[in-house]
């Protein structure tokens, strides 16, 4: 079992160290604009420039934090973008990721009220895909060759939840 609770600052640290690469950096923040080498210090300026995101951390039992995930409200608050999706290499394959989802999902759509929740996923990420369509989200279509990395462009699938397709966990 997992808790949720708001993202820290001194969560930073932590967070930034399961971020191994320039190639792991994108392919956990997009086109949000962190740089390689990756610090702590980028994240917290990061949410800090942002006091409309919400950012969970997920964490064991014993409170070590084993994931993170961010939802992101419209200006209508309409809809909310997910992203930022990260659990610790250590904690990978063990159903963080699905468990984290939920909790931002019940987050979206019983406390912000949001009518849709969508996201961003590279189409190379396919275990990533897999986990989204098993919660339920629907694929809407395809940004061709938006991210340039290490010479080679990425394109990103974009997916969607609506609140009355949530089967609540």
Known sequence: MIDVRAFEAGDAVTVASWVDGAEALTTWSGNAGFSWPFDPDQL?????????????????????????????PDARRWSARLGMVLVSPQARGRGYGAAMFQAALRVAFEE?????????????????????????????????????VNGEWWSSLTMSLLAHEWTHG
């Open 44 to 72: 917290v300026a990061f949410h800090a420039a942002d006091p409309d995101r919400h950012t969970l951390v997920a964490t064991e039992a014993d409170g070590t934090p084993v994931g993170q995930i961010s939802l992101k």
């Open 112 to 148: 912000m009220k949001v009518h849709r929740v969508d996201l961003g996923v590279y189409t190379h990420n396919a275990s990533a895909i897999r986990l989204y369509e098993r919660l339920g989200f629907q694929r809407e279509g395809v940004q061709r060759e938006v991210t340039l």
